[in-house]
T-cell receptor, first 108, second 112 residues
Framework: DAKTTQPPSMDCAEGRAANLPCNHS???????VYWYRQIHSQGPQYIIH???NNETNEMASLIITEDRKSSTLILPHATLRDTAVYYC?????????FGKGTRLHILP | NAGVTQTPKFQVLKTGQSMTLQCAQD?????MSWYRQDPGMGLRLIHY???????DQGEVPNGYNVSRSTTEDFPLRLLSAAPSQTSVYFC???????????FGPGTRLTVL
C-alpha cells in the first residue's frame, strides 16, 4: 500500500508561494500521485496529479522527486481563498484512502 | 452534467431509526465510494464499488450497508442509527479508482 505523510498544518503569507510537501516512500512504479483540497466543509476538489514528470495547470504545480518517494504541491501566488485542507493521495489498486491532509492557513 | 448529487443535504435522526442516503452520478463512472468526515478529521472510507453489482468494505463499514444495482446509483443505508454516526457523508465517483475523483456536496447527518 502506498501511504502518504503530510504535515498537519502550514502557514503562508498572502501573495507568496505555498509549498506543500508529501511523502509517499512506498509508492509503486505505476501509481499516480493526486492532490485534492477541501475548502471549509465542501466536498474535496481535484487540483492536479502526476506520475513521474512535473506537472502544471491553472491552479498549481506538482513537483515529483526523481525517486518518486515524495512530491510538493506549489500554489504560486497564494490568496485567502486558498485556505483549505490539502490531501495528497496515492490510489490503491482497488480503493482510495485519505489521510488527514495539511491544513493551509493563508496569512493576510 | 449534474455531476455527483447527494440527497438529502441535511438529516436529523433519532437513535435506532434507519435511513438511506442517496448518491447518483450521470458521468457513467464505474467507481463509486462513500466517506464520512467527523469534525476536524479527515475522510474515512465506508464502502466502495468498482462497478454495478460489486461492493466492498472500506475502513469503517460497521453499521452501514450498500448496494449497486445500476452504474448511476450507490445508496448508503444506515441500519440502526447511533449518535456515533453523526457526521458529514460524502459520495465520490470516477471512471476507475485511478482516475480523478468527483465528490458530491455532502449530507450532514445528526443522530440524537
Amino acid at each position: 500500500d502506498a501511504k502518504t505523510t503530510q504535515p498537519p498544518s502550514m502557514d503562508c503569507a498572502e501573495g507568496r508561494a505555498a509549498n506543500l510537501p508529501c511523502n509517499h516512500s512506498t509508492i509503486s512504479g505505476n501509481e499516480y500521485v493526486y492532490w485534492y483540497r477541501q475548502i471549509h466543509s465542501q466536498g474535496p476538489q481535484y487540483i492536479i496529479h502526476g506520475l513521474k514528470n512535473n506537472e502544471t495547470n491553472e491552479m498549481a504545480s506538482l513537483i515529483i522527486t526523481e525517486d518518486r518517494k515524495s512530491s510538493t504541491l506549489i500554489l504560486p501566488h497564494a490568496t485567502l481563498r486558498d485556505t483549505a485542507v490539502y490531501y495528497c493521495i496515492v490510489p490503491r489498486w482497488d480503493k482510495i484512502i485519505f489521510g488527514k491532509g495539511t491544513r493551509l492557513h493563508i496569512l493576510p | 452534467n449534474a455531476g455527483v448529487t447527494q440527497t438529502p443535504k441535511f438529516q436529523v435522526l433519532k437513535t435506532g431509526q434507519s435511513m438511506t442516503l442517496q448518491c447518483a452520478q450521470d458521468m457513467n463512472h464505474e467507481y463509486m465510494s462513500w466517506y464520512r468526515q467527523d469534525p476536524g478529521m479527515g475522510l474515512r472510507l465506508i464502502h466502495y464499488s468498482v462497478g454495478a453489482g460489486i461492493t466492498d468494505q472500506g475502513e469503517v463499514p460497521n453499521g452501514y450497508n450498500v448496494s449497486r444495482s445500476t452504474t448511476e446509483d450507490f445508496p448508503l443505508r444506515l441500519l440502526s442509527a447511533a449518535p456515533s454516526q453523526t457526521s458529514v457523508y460524502f459520495c465520490a465517483s470516477s471512471y476507475t479508482v485511478s482516475d480523478t475523483q468527483y465528490f458530491g456536496p455532502g449530507t450532514r447527518l445528526t443522530v440524537l
